[in-house]
């Protein structure tokens, strides 16, 4: 147990353990527990600076995080980097003094940003920890990598490069956890256990600490991780390019239709027939496209919502009434089988069976009544932005774009960023030693990031790891303290309406903080259906290479080893002289 009562470092104040939020709560309080600025070589905290309100009541809950109602003090403190004129912001919630548990949880972002919102940071409250997250420097935490990462064109602000690809977490951490300390007046002799949680950039952003920092956490929960920066990003505009190389716009209609058809005809082939694709290896082995030829489409006409990666916001598209086409199918299987040069070899890989296919989804030009392909989201903005440096965020079209191009930007994007955003450094030895664990999870039907992507990089941390064992006896090293477990029918970093009743890995960091703290290793990974028919239902995710098949009509889920499920996941990426981790 804490002592009940302790005083901040260099503060006059001194308070109790059972103190109040409200009184601990204050500007004076949260300055006063200010590392000293040499924490960090090369930084100066601002001890003018801090905000500091009370929240009570808070009602929160998410995909990663159950329901909870919390209190929690809400801080932004800042610090600027010496003799740079910049300033980074960091927020923390804390816990009240009788709710501290000894954790402080660092929270990564999304998309370009490195912030992900509040309603990612109440989940360390309810564990008792400091949650902390950082705006990068970027002038505020509404302010995305885009925003400042062009000066002028050609003139790329590498700074903001270093702070997203992983300077400014290792920063927030290292800040954040000798604040924890001082403000609850740890003890030096009390471990305090650090965490992390994030999603998507927020799992390539857990990875940038896990291949560099061994002593930064205890446990990482990383899911859907936009790691291998340069393919994950060109890959976006893959479908569109095999729209154009094969010469046919299928209206997204069309390409739902064989999605259905998919989910439909896979569902069962797990052994439980609950609209869930859990096992898209089986679909691969056993689904042949080519079979929705000829069935029929209707989608009614409609105004987008701008949802859509490539409508603009407000149009109108037309009543869609088809049959599934031979080119559909063959735009379908080729997106799927992933990008090949115009050699054939394979370049990268792509969305599982079962998986929405949002980049192929093609803009109506109602002038001609046609279906075509354009550029957009977070491919289109990479080139533009991350390779041209131009102050752009699309390119003007694909036009003369072929698959040897987006390998050529594969290449070039890769080299650029290999020290900073492409993320894939497996030699994990210090975080290893240092005893930390990871929870890797990427939902089956992942259609932003490809669930190949993780499953890859899973092999590749262990063929480097433990080059000399057999492959069982490498996935069970590895197992003690990096497991990867993909979640069926999940979306990108979500539950999936496609997939309703498919569970959700929601409870990670009580799971975590059960596997650091206690040592019981998650076997399976702790799941529940979060939405539909079964909501509330407990599932256990099987950990890769094990994959799940139900039994008795869908009521008993064992873990398998499958060999020809498991090759279904390898690539062999040919088109590069280098490999690829
Ligand atoms: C918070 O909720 C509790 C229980 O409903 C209530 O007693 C308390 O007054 C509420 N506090 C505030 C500040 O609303
Ligand atoms: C937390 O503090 C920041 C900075 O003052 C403020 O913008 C934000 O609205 C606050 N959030 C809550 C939930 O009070
Ligand atoms: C930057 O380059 C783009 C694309 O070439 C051009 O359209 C734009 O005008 C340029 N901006 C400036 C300020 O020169
Ligand atoms: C696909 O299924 C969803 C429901 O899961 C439905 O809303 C949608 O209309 C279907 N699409 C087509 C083209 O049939
Ligand atoms: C779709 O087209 C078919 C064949 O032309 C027609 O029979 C059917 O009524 C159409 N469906 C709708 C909803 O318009
Ligand atoms: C739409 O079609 C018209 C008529 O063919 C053409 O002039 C125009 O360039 C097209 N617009 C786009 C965005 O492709
Ligand atoms: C690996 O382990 C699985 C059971 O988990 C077993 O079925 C398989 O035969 C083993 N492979 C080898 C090469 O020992
Ligand atoms: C596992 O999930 C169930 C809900 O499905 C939840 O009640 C339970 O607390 C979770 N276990 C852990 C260790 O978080
Ligand atoms: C299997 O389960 C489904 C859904 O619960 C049910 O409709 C069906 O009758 C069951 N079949 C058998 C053979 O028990
Ligand atoms: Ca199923």
Aim: glycine content about 10%.
């Amino acid at each position: 147990m804490r002592s009940t009562l302790f005083a901040l470092a260099n503060a006059s104040a001194a308070i109790a353990s059972a103190a109040s939020l409200s009184s601990v709560c204050t500007n004076d309080n949260i300055i006063a527990a200010l590392p000293p600025d040499d924490v960090y070589l090369g930084i100066t905290i601002d001890r003018t600076y801090a905000t500091s309100n009370v929240v009570t009541n808070s009602s929160v809950g998410s995909n990663f995080f159950p329901d909870a109602v919390i209190d929690y003090c809400n801080v932004t403190v800042a610090y600027s980097h010496n003799d740079r004129d910049d300033r980074v912001l960091l927020q923390f919630f804390l816990p009240a003094p009788s709710n501290f548990q000894n954790r402080w949880l660092s929270n990564g972002g999304g998309g370009l940003a490195i912030y992900a919102g509040e309603q990612s940071i109440p989940g360390g409250v309810i564990y008792g920890a400091v949650s902390g997250a950082t705006d990068g420097g970027f002038g505020s935490f509404a302010t995305q990598l885009d925003g400042v990462l062009i000066l002028a064109n050609g003139t790329i602000n590498w700074e903001s490069v270093f702070m997203f690809g992983y300077q400014a977490h290792h920063e927030m951490s290292t800040i954040g956890k000798a604040f924890s300390r001082l403000f609850y007046n740890m003890a030096d002799s009390e471990k305090l256990y650090a965490y992390y949680e994030g999603c998507s950039e927020g799992g390539r952003e857990g990875w940038s600490q896990i291949q560099r920092f061994g002593d930064e956490w205890d446990g990482a929960v990383v899911g859907a991780p936009a790691f291998r920066f340069a393919h994950q990003q060109v890959n976006h505009l893959f479908a569109g390019v095999v729209e154009k190389t094969l010469d046919y716009y299928p209206p997204p209609c069309e390409m739902d239709k064989i999605l259905n058809l998919t989910i439909a005809a896979c569902d069962p082939l797990d052994g439980r027939r609950d609209g869930v694709v859990s096992r898209s290896d089986l679909c691969k082995l056993k689904f042949d496209l080519k079979s929705t030829i000829g069935q029929p489409y209707y989608c009614a006409a409609s105004s987008t919502t701008g949802m859509g990666k490539r409508q603009a916001g407000g149009a109108t598209l037309p009543a869609q009434n088809g049959t599934v086409t031979a080119q559909g199918v063959a735009v379908y299987q080729a997106i799927t089988d992933g990008l090949k040069d115009s050699q054939g070899r394979q370049a990268y890989l792509s969305y599982a069976l079962g998986a929405a296919l949002d980049d192929a989804e093609t803009s109506y030009n109602s002038t001609s009544g046609t279906w075509y392909a354009a550029p957009g989201g977070i491919g289109g903005e990479f080139i533009a932005m991350f390779l041209d440096l131009l102050d752009e965020t699309n390119i003007d079209s694909l036009d003369g774009v072929t698959y040897d191009t987006l390998v050529s930007w594969i290449w070039e994007g890769w080299q650029m960023y290999q020290d900073t955003l492409q993320t894939t450094w497996p030699d994990l030895t210090p975080w290893y030693e240092s005893g930390a664990k990871i929870i890797h999870f990427h939902g089956e039907s992942d259609f932003s990031i490809p669930t190949a992507s993780s499953v890859y990089w899973y092999e590749s941390v262990r063929q480097i790891m433990y080059p000399g064992l057999a492959y069982n006896d490498s996935t069970e090293a590895l197992g003690d303290w990096y497991r990867l477990y993909l979640v069926p029918g999940a979306g990108h970093c979500a539950v999936n309406d496609l997939q309703p009743n498919g569970p959700f890995p929601q409870t990670n960091l009580a799971v975590m903080i059960d596997w650091v703290e206690n040592g019981v290793k998650p076997v399976t990974l702790n799941a529940t259906v979060l939405q539909g028919a079964n909501e509330g239902e407990n599932q256990q995710l099987c950990a890769w290479p094990l994959r799940p098949l139900w039994s008795k009509n869908g009521t008993d889920q064992t873990c398998v080893y499958d060999q020809a499920s498991i090759d279904t996941w390898k690539y062999n990426f040919n088109a590069f002289k280098l490999p690829v981790y």
